[in-house]
């Protein structure tokens, strides 16, 4: 598994396309732009840049399709198989995107929100690895340990979990800081306030499990505390406050709420 | 405003003193267990430590009381009022514990969540200080100065608040993130995995407000994905998915959600 072909030029593209060259043979960059092909082949030292499906060097190890979700089944129908490791890097995207288009393939899924501007470093993202059979996973966990200390199997429908879990770890959390701005806006108060205490609370799960690290009114049964809270909510917020503290206070057992 | 006592050898006590000790004269260090007081005054490189509450230094500029909650109003009462700056730590505690009792009195709230076993550098946490009069609130302001970049005057009210965006941001995350190891964990798949997306989540706060960098399914108004989704669900994970994906979509403008 030493040379490879990079398909995209975006967001997951651009921090793969970092690691790979330092790790392997990248031997082509392809972008439906050749000046973002070119540019990304140039930054990271890759000897041939294309913007033609056709114009792929033929006799790489693997392909890794790195397009937007819905771009990746056209490039599948577009080229040939050539008896090469084929894998896309989508996490919302089946495997079964290859279905009858290739022999050896497979998906690579970095966990991790990319962005064009910034390269990532890799090494501590988790990738979850997924082949058509056990010799494609087998290849496709190989390159993902080229990349990333954290390579873990996960079918498509694993995948599915891990990004529902994504939404409430990430979009749901941000959401919660979105509205707690909204409170403290109202009152002139600033917000950047608690990004301390949102980091040591995000430090605590390097040590604990969330559900150990839990504080708060809910999780000590402190209804005096949360009745006042409630009585200084409405709406959409007193709701979310009201089955978040449930939520708390159903998992936590009655001993520690008297402590 | 040189000369210090501290009132307390617990949670915020030990960070406060390590503060303290190297930005004024932290005279004495006071905790009900002579062997505590002794300890942080040791540390920090305090002259004196007591259990008695009879023998205060008298001649400090300030008092600082940094115990837990409910005993607050005890050590004001058992110490007479002898003209200094008298102030207290606790977000949750209003400024009239002091009520009748001093004439000169403040709080002083570092929003952060301490622990008696890490000293946390005070630099970056968020002060806000009260006061029981101008007078007052500029000591208390110039004492947090001296521990802080960021000092903030907020009455008891606006502390209130403060605590409430607390919990939405803290507590209720890191439920989220509970909740997220559940889905998980059910099906053979590491928590730790979210870390680094967590982190990256957070790490935009430094950039962009919440709402500006709130991403997902339903800031996307991608309802084939949010209903693949509640299908996945039952229970109370449904509740809340359905309730913060509404809280999400309400604030996103039909023109983004058509992107």
Known sequence: MKR?????????ATSLAHGLASRCELAQVYSRRLSHAR???????????TDDLGALVPDADAYIIAVSDDA?????????????????????TPI?????????????????????????????VYFFAEGNDEAALHDV??????????????????????????VFSCNFANHLWALADE?????????????????????????LTPAQSQTGPA????RRIIDSHLA??????RDIYRLLTESIIKRNPQDKNAQ
Request: aromatic share 4%.
């Open 96 to 124: 079964d995107v290859f279905c009858g288009h290739r022999q050896r393939c497979g998906v690579l899924w970095p966990m991790q929100s990319f962005s064009r501007e910034v390269v990532t470093p890799l090494d501590d």
């Open 39 to 49: 540019a990304l082949a140039e930054a990271v030292g890759c000897p041939a840049a």
């Open 141 to 166: 966990t190989e390159l993902g340990q080229m990349l990333s200390r954290h390579v873990t199997a996960a079918d498509s429908d694993q995948r599915r979990w891990l990004h529902l879990a994504s």
């Open 4 to 12: 490879v072909v990079l398909i995209g030029s975006g967001n997951v």
């Open 232 to 237: 200084m909510l409405d709406g959409e917020k």
């Open 219 to 222: 999780a000590r049964g402190d």
């Open 72 to 92: 990746i089944a056209q490039v599948v129908s577009a080229v040939a198989d050539n008896g090469a490791l084929w894998l896309h890097t989508s996490g919302s």
């Open 183 to 207: 409170l403290l806006s109202a009152r002139g108060l600033p917000f950047e306030a608690l990004l301390p205490l949102i980091r040591t609370t995000v430090d605590k799960l390097d040590r």
